[in-house]
């Protein structure tokens, strides 16, 4: 291996490497931030990445760890002390955070080293990484295409062998459909199992930090670190942690899959359907039992979503106000000139829609009719998967209804952009966890492959299974080692 | 219910303000996406209990004891406008 193979390596590998002492974690750096100064102009992945600051703790680090020298990249919302957090808005640019999210002292625990500050939609408001007040990110697949979102950031780095992998947060699909989108391997955990504390809030009973990167395994090593009670968080849940890498290499005997009727709808690409459907007929040969299974509500999950996750965003989007942190207006006539004013400014396009439509359904007289509806809504969603899950093991289906989609194609529409969360939505809305495995590819009108992702659900708390049955299915096929060619787009 | 939201007003309770583009374009936008959610009226959801979470956990305590955290300092550290150790507001009273 030369230094220049260095960074196309997963996690494991990389641990090997550096345990052998073959390369120390300073060259593991060195090489990467090589490789990210040739590509990443291309991708636009990185924000910032401050390189000497990386290169102090890696000389430092102790490579024993479990994840000891490896570099984690980490979307722009999860606080590292000293580093920007400016969730790619304008209302937080500058801002330096004064502490760390239990994510990364956790992750730093395990020997990583939090490394690059990735973009994403603004406030993770987004299925393209297009909102973004910052830059564009490109799909490394094809860079005239969205590498999906809100954690595109972290999914085209971890695709564009720029990062080993990477932290990104999941409200309603925004790891699973960004890895999907990407090619890569993209993990959802259960509500309450990683601390969101030290994570700037969007909607605070969706909201889940978890890992993307190019192999289950190294999904599972992530989540070794970084799961876990947290008492400054109260929603964080005291179950015990198992070793996530438990499971891997156990065979699919006597498991049971679930493939829910609803999830084959027409609007599905047809490459998307073929390919979801011999993975599940793989699943089938692996040893895994398939059962058609019913999610009865599941038309009704991106309504409630985007009433839920709206109405808590504008709760959460009520603390910019020009004080403690932040943009602040100029010249103001008023206290609410101020406020009006420091928002308006601030907030990009996306957000301040959300904010609005979130401040409509909790306004009085409009509450029982969107807010409170929606809540049970999602409770009769929650049931649907209780109800299954009493059935089956895991339930498969596409993570998203179509490959990685043009830049600007949706940018006009946000109701066609939020139906792009289809299938990722209902996770969060039942608290379950999630996984998103590559499992073939499309090809595009203008001759490019187009990674496609199959998404696995399980109980809450059932990860490890998850993993397991994820893991199975990677083995047994070559989606996973296929690796971008990044051509530069013709001027 | 979709033609009764009122972009211009709600942006007054959210402390936003929006031009006059901004709102025409928003309330079309927003009109479409509560059309859509138009079919949560379908469902019927006589008895059943709203989920505010889907975990439910209640009455989180932690134990009482007194620890370090924020300095002034550290609190006032991305302040826009600060002066003797506080953050400096807007005028409040007229």
Redesign the interface.
């Known amino acids: 291996m030369t230094k220049r193979d260095l960074p196309a390596l997963s996690i494991i590998e990389l641990r090997d490497f550096l345990r052998r002492g073959e390369i120390s974690p300073s060259e593991t750096l060195q090489a990467l931030e090589e490789r990210i100064d040739a590509v990443d102009p291309e991708i636009g992945a990185y924000l910032v990445h401050d390189f000497a600051t990386a290169m102090a703790e890696a000389e430092k680090t102790d490579v024993s760890l479990p994840l000891g020298g490896i570099p984690i990249a980490i979307k722009d919302l999860i606080n590292v002390e000293g580093q920007q957090c400016t969730c790619a808005s304008k209302i937080l640019r500058g801002y330096r955070a004064p502490y760390s999210a239990t994510v990364i002292e956790k992750l730093r625990g395990h020997g990583a080293i939090p490394f690059g500050r990735m973009n994403m939609d603004e406030f993770a408001m987004g299925s393209s990484t297009e909102n973004s007040s910052v830059q564009v990110t490109r799909n490394p697949w094809d860079l005239s295409r969205v590498p999906g979102g809100s954690s595109g950031g972290s999914a085209a780095a971890v695709a564009a062998d720029i990062a080993f992998g990477a932290l990104g947060t999941d409200t309603g699909g925004s790891i699973r459909q960004p890895a999907a989108l990407s090619g890569i391997v993209g993990f959802k955990p259960s509500y309450g199992r990683v601390s969101r504390f030290g994570l700037v809030a969007f909607a605070s009973s969706l909201d889940q930090i978890g890992p993307l990167t190019k192999t289950v395994h190294d999904s599972a090593l992530l989540m070794n670190a970084i799961a876990g009670h947290d008492s400054h968080d109260s929603t964080s849940l005291n179950a015990p942690v198992p070793d996530y890498t438990k499971n891997l290499g156990r065979d699919l005997k006597g498991i049971r899959i679930g493939l829910p009727k609803e999830y084959m709808i027409e609007g599905v690409d047809p490459a998307v359907k073929s390919a979801v459907i011999a993975a599940v007929k793989q699943l089938g040969e692996l040893g895994a039992e398939i059962i058609e299974v019913s999610l009865p509500h599941t038309d009704y999950a991106i309504s409630v979503y985007y009433i839920l996750a709206t109405a808590e965003a504008s709760a959460n989007l009520a603390r910019f106000d020009g004080v403690r942190y932040g943009h602040r207006a100029e010249n103001v006539s008023s206290l609410f000139d101020h406020y009006a004013r420091t928002r308006a400014e601030g907030f990009g396009a996306e957000v301040k829609r959300r904010i609005i439509l979130g401040t409509y359904v909790l306004s009085s007289g409009y509450y029982d009719a969107y807010y409170l509806r929606a809540q049970k809504v999602r409770e009769l969603i929650r049931q649907d998967f209780v109800r299954e899950f009493e059935k089956v093991e895991a339930l498969v289906s596409p993570t998203s209804p179509s490959p990685a989609f043009k830049l600007g194609e949706k940018t006009t529409d946000p109701l066609q952009m939020y139906l792009a969360d289809i299938f990722t939505n209902a996770a969060n809305l039942a608290g379950i966890c999630g996984i998103s495995v590559p499992c073939g590819f499309a090809q595009s009108k203008n001759g490019k492959t187009l990674p496609i992702g199959l998404q696995l659900l399980g109980k809450a708390l059932d990860e490890a299974r998850i993993f397991q049955i994820a893991h199975a299915y990677e083995q047994s096929t070559d989606w996973h080692k296929a690796r971008p060619v990044i051509e530069p787009i013709a001027a | 219910?979709a033609s009764?939201?009122d972009?211009a007003y709600?942006?007054?309770?959210?402390?936003?303000?929006?031009t006059a583009d901004?709102t025409k374009l928003?309330q079309k936008?927003?009109g479409?996406?509560?059309k859509?959610?138009e079919?949560?009226?379908e469902?019927n959801?006589e008895g059943?209990?709203?989920?505010?979470?889907?975990?439910p956990?209640f009455n989180?305590f932690?134990a009482d004891d007194p620890c370090d955290w924020?300095t002034a300092a550290?609190?006032l550290?991305?302040?826009?406008?600060q002066a003797n150790n506080l953050?400096i507001?807007?005028?409040?009273v007229e």
């Open positions: 219910m009764e939201l972009v709600v942006a007054q309770l959210a402390r936003l303000r929006l901004e928003f936008q927003l479409d996406v509560l859509y959610a079919k949560l009226k469902v959801v059943v209990e709203a989920a505010a979470h889907a975990v956990i989180v932690r924020f550290e609190a550290s991305n302040a826009p406008r953050f507001v807007t005028k409040v």
